[in-house]
């Protein structure tokens, strides 16, 4: 049973298209992430949210709208896709707010 | 000054030596911390948590905290082959959100 599953595992697409990552977590954690990773190596919080609210919205682009449906869903909307946006974004939960954090396997996305 | 300071290596150790590798962070009131694995084109993977000042053993690691100099670092001893990686410092910051902010990571290479 995976614990953090991201879909899809790899994403190809064309400039200015809008696409989704889909995040689930079946270990009853009440926090969620979203992280990038970027060509560099270096994983940056994008956003967290603790039993569904958002807490932590970093420096992100308007074109990156994440949501929460329930405590085990965290999903990643980007709209008008940029080169720039090209990374590897990893979903992550934690039981609480201040404990570890486990990660999905990530999403390569390639924006060409 | 950034938030969690790696460095980014690569840090080459012979089969069955001991890895050192060391971090700081720059917020004083941060209360976890954390090192993490990643495989190349893999997702970053929890080995070792620690809270206190000291040392924490488990297997083959050894964390060491000192939040007097803001420091943490992790040994491998018997180091192997397939300990080659990227080795991730994560730092709970003290702020509201606790966030989880992680270092650039240092590459372990071990030379068989």
């Known amino acids: 049973d995976t614990a953090v599953s991201q879909t899809p595992k790899y994403l190809v697409t064309q400039m200015g298209n809008d696409k989704s990552i889909k995040c689930e977590q079946n270990?009853?954690?009440?926090?969620m992430y979203w992280y990038k990773q970027d060509s560099k190596k270096f994983l940056k919080i994008m956003f967290s949210?603790?039993?569904?609210?958002?807490?932590i919205n970093e420096t992100v682009p308007n074109r990156f709208s994440p949501k929460s449906p329930d405590k085990a869903h965290l999903n990643l909307h980007i709209n008008s896709l940029e080169l720039g946006d090209s990374a590897v974004y990893f979903c992550?939960?934690?039981?609480?707010?201040?404990?570890?954090?486990?990660f999905g396997q990530g999403t390569r996305l390639t924006v060409v | 000054q950034k938030e969690v300071e790696q460095n980014s290596g690569p840090l080459s150790v012979p089969e069955g030596a001991i890895a050192s590798l060391n971090c700081t962070y720059s917020?004083?009131?941060?209360?976890?911390f954390f090192w993490y694995r990643q495989y190349s084109g893999k997702s970053p993977e929890l080995i070792m948590s620690?809270?206190?000042?000291g040392d924490k053993e488990d297997g083959r690691f050894t964390a060491q905290l000192n939040k007097a100099s803001q420091y943490v670092s992790l040994l491998i001893r018997d180091s192997q082959p397939s300990d080659s990686a990227t080795y991730l410092c994560?730092?709970?910051?003290?702020?509201?959100?606790?966030?989880?902010?992680f270092g650039t990571g240092t590459l372990l290479a071990v030379q068989p």
């Open positions: 917020d004083r009131g941060s209360q976890s």
């Open positions: 949210y603790n039993n569904k609210e958002l807490i």
């Open positions: 620690i809270y206190s000042n």
């Open positions: 992550a939960s934690s039981p609480v707010l201040n404990t570890e954090a486990f």
């Open positions: 270990l009853g954690h009440d926090t």
């Open positions: 994560a730092v709970r910051g003290s702020g509201a959100t606790n966030k989880l902010i």
